[in-house]
């Protein structure tokens, strides 16, 4: 068996601290191939840190990775944290990582997974300060999520966990044979360990162990991370434009050995509600209790054991989500729109304009203005100015004067920026102006209910669905 391996670069010029992880899982090699690769390249100069530090750690569970398996005595990956009391092999690993990945601030763990499937990468929770698993980084793990080179991301770890050992208390007293793990900490691996000292971290699954892919996936994962920190003169990565988002929402054990799949699940199938995934050995059915994904089938599990997972569509990670109501709205009415995120379109209104195909003038603002009772919401070409008084008289309302931000929230349902030109939380009379209106089959794009979307829908269906009146409401018409 190797001794525990870091090999560290630090750059004289000051910059991020990444820690990148191979073999945290002996049998899962891509990460420690492509470690292997960038370490020669630095070493032979072909590579240059240009700020920084860089620590590469091609094995991570030297027992785990001799012995050709996902595991010495444990799961390195579940459990994570120092010990004074060290028994099992992956202790002593958990006492000599640990204090490396705290010295850290971002960490790339390369992973690959046991079925056939589509490589992901797994990300932490949104922003919050919960108990469980408080965070305050997840733009910029979802920022590097979008530059891995994978165009699907999974969330939603721990949490799922934390679930799964409270249903394994029930389970545990129904099926005494299995040997459950049931601390709560159980969920806690490399990532989450990161994201308790304060650094972010993401689990890059490159592929399945043996896909020929997978290393150069790892490689090219751990490139673009190093020009995405900068610690590399490189051009940042272009973010993947649609990254699927799932949820992770349920982990199943396996709990005897004549627990069977229906058929040979592959990582993202999908399954519907009442599906049958599996059978347990007393011949009762394992069904899908909702819509969603399998993730990480693993046929051979040992009973006590992860036996496959359950996951959702996540809005938070699918960008070209529109908000729910607004969505439903759509549904219901059938209206046609083309949903494209800023991201994807660039920030300025000449990009979004050329991606939808329509011309500048067709891009609409939506602005709330109220005078003290009623909400207005004066829809006008993104190139002209709304004459107020125009508005007021067009919706024979008092004085108006714009709405503030709480206001527009409030009245909208919309943050302000990216307000949708209907689907409104309350009563909001609309006007449109007349110079929109004069080919009501063309096309305008509008806010898409988040600052980061926009929507293409007709004129004629936008003044349909809102009630709108239409009048000349900008600046100099008549
Ligand atoms: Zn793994």
């Given at each position: ?54 620590t ?21 990956n579940?459990?994570l ?66 530059r891995?080179?994978v ?27 299995a ?31 043996d896909d ?55 990582s993202?199938d ?15 059915a ?114 108006l ?28 009379t ?6 929109l209106?004069?080919?009501p ?15 293409r ?22």
């Amino acid at each position: 068996m190797q001794p525990f391996k870091s090999v560290s670069y630090a750059s004289v010029q000051p910059g991020t601290r990444l820690i990148v992880l191979g073999a945290v899982h002996g049998n899962e090699t891509c990460g420690t191939q492509a470690i292997g690769r960038v370490i020669d390249e630095i070493d032979a100069g072909t590579l240059r840190l240009a700020a920084g530090q860089l620590t590469l750690v091609p094995v991570a569970n030297p027992l785990a990775y001799s012995l050709r398996r996902r595991a010495g005595d444990r799961n390195l990956n579940r459990k994570l944290a120092p010990t004074p009391t060290p028994s099992a092999f992956e202790d002593h690993v958990a006492n000599w990582l640990c204090p490396l990945l705290a010295a850290h601030e971002v960490l790339l763990d390369l992973h690959s997974f046991h079925s056939p499937g589509t490589p992901f990468v797994l990300v932490g929770p949104s922003d919050n300060d919960g108990r469980l698993e408080p965070f305050a980084q997840a733009a910029r793990e979802e920022a590097l999520a979008q530059r891995l080179g994978v165009g699907r991301a999974v969330e939603g770890w721990l949490d799922t966990y934390a679930a799964g050992v409270a249903r394994r208390r029930e389970l545990a007293a129904a099926f005494p044979d299995a040997t459950l793990d049931l601390d709560p900490r159980y969920g806690i691996g490399t990532t989450e360990y990161m994201r308790s000292t304060g650094g972010c971290a993401l689990t890059l699954e490159c592929g399945r162990h043996d896909d020929p892919e997978a290393p150069a996936l790892a490689y090219r994962a751990i490139l673009n991370t190093l020009a995405h920190l900068r610690l590399i003169d490189a051009p940042d990565p272009a973010p993947v434009p649609r990254l699927e988002g799932l949820c992770l929402s349920q982990v199943i054990d396996r709990l005897h050995p004549d627990d069977a799949f229906m058929q040979p699940w592959h990582s993202f199938d999908p399954v519907a509600a009442g599906q049958a995934i599996g059978t347990r050995h007393d011949g009762s059915a394992v069904v899908a209790p909702y819509d969603g994904f399998i993730v990480f089938p693993n046929v051979a599990a040992e009973p006590g054991h992860e036996w496959f997972y359950l996951a959702r569509p996540s809005a938070r990670l699918t960008r070209d989500v529109l908000p729910e109501n607004l969505a439903a709205f759509i549904a219901r009415h059938r209206i046609a729109v083309q949903v494209v995120s800023t991201e994807e379109a660039a920030p300025t209104a000449e990009a979004a304009a050329r991606i939808l195909g329509v011309d500048v003038s067709d891009i609409v603002k939506t602005m709330l203005l109220t005078d003290g009772a009623r909400f207005i919401a004066a829809i006008v070409p993104g190139d002209r100015r709304l004459d107020r008084k125009k508005v007021a008289q067009a919706a024979g309302s008092g004085s108006l004067r714009f709405a503030s931000g709480t206001e527009v929230a409030e009245n909208t349902g919309y943050a302000a920026g990216g307000v949708a030109p209907f689907a409104f939380a309350k009563p909001v009379t609309v006007v449109v102006d007349e110079s929109l209106s004069q080919s009501p089959g063309r096309d305008v794009v509008a806010g898409g209910g988040r600052a980061e979307l926009l929507m293409r829908v007709s004129v004629a269906d936008l003044i349909r669905h809102t009630g709108a009146v239409v009048a000349p409401i900008a600046e100099g018409e008549m």
